[in-house]
């Protein structure tokens, strides 16, 4: 798959790309939801650029619709923001851990 690169500066632009690469699969709003797991209500203030949207669900639409945003970040914040990151994954990772050994706990 190729892919286009565009300058994000707005809500608004990420919803004209979250539109744009779902009609480009041929999907109707409430199709695209459904097979997300998000409300069509909830796409179609994404699709419109609302300014205020939850971030968990905006990145599933993003993925659900196979677009993927990258952030252009200055040389001397590079480091900075690669060691931020892993370290967030990493905290995420024993979170995760922590609840599923939890489920099992509660299971048993």
Known sequence: MRFMQFDIRT????????RAARKAQ???QD???GSIGVSESFLGKVE???ESVHWGKLFQVLEGLGVHLAAD???????LFAREQTGQHARAARSERR?????????S
């Open 48 to 50: 419109n650029g609302a």
């Open 31 to 33: 199709d695209a939801a």
């Open 73 to 79: 970040i200055p040389d001397d914040a590079g480091q």
């Open 26 to 28: 041929n999907l109707r």
């Open 99 to 107: 609840r599923r050994l939890k489920e099992q706990a509660d299971v």
């Open 11 to 18: 809500a608004s632009d990420i919803g004209v790309a979250l």
